[in-house]
């Protein structure tokens, strides 16, 4: 199994982590539901994990795709630029989600106001996700690139 394949293979837990996430912790909202919370906070820590660690399988993947026919490395910029901040925002949010719980402890009157937080969080990094899921499937599947999104490196005859 190489780079690629292990990131093939591990992208889509930080992408669909966020999502479930984000669906329970409204769900835990409109039911007043601890357990369901919890889970949500489990998925965001468990996307905030993954996450890195897709970005690290991603620079091995990188390595074996970026001289493939249709592959450029603005494409693979582009998706990378976007896990960046994919990223970051999964690791604030699964903090955040850790912190809501201490609140909802210790500091209760500020309970509601971090859920809120922690569920507009939740909204940014799952858009976050999925545009970078989105971006980083361009770099193989040209069935779904459009002709103004295939970028030309410098120097490239067309």
């Known amino acids: 199994m190489n780079g690629a394949h292990q990131h093939l293979l591990l992208n889509h837990i930080p992408l669909f982590g966020v999502s479930f996430g984000l669906l329970l912790l409204l769900w835990s909202m409109l039911r007043k539901s601890k357990d369901v919370r919890w889970a949500a906070v489990f998925f965001f820590v468990l996307a905030g994990v993954a996450g890195w660690i897709a970005m690290e399988t991603g620079e091995s993947a990188e390595e074996i795709v970026e001289n493939l026919p ?10 990378e630029e976007a896990a960046e901040f994919a ?29 809120y937080v ?3 969080v939740a909204a940014v990094s799952s858009i976050a996700m999925a545009r970078t899921a989105f971006l980083g499937g361009h770099i193989r599947h040209t069935e779904i690139r459009s002709d103004a999104e295939v970028h030309q490196e410098p120097g490239e005859e067309s």
């Open 70 to 79: 249709g592959v450029t490395k603005a494409l693979i910029h582009d998706h």
């Open 87 to 115: 990223n970051i925002s999964a690791t604030v949010l699964a903090v955040l989600a850790l912190l809501m719980e201490f609140v909802s402890v210790y500091r209760a009157r500020f309970f509601k106001a971090t859920q």
């Open 118 to 120: 922690v569920l507009l």
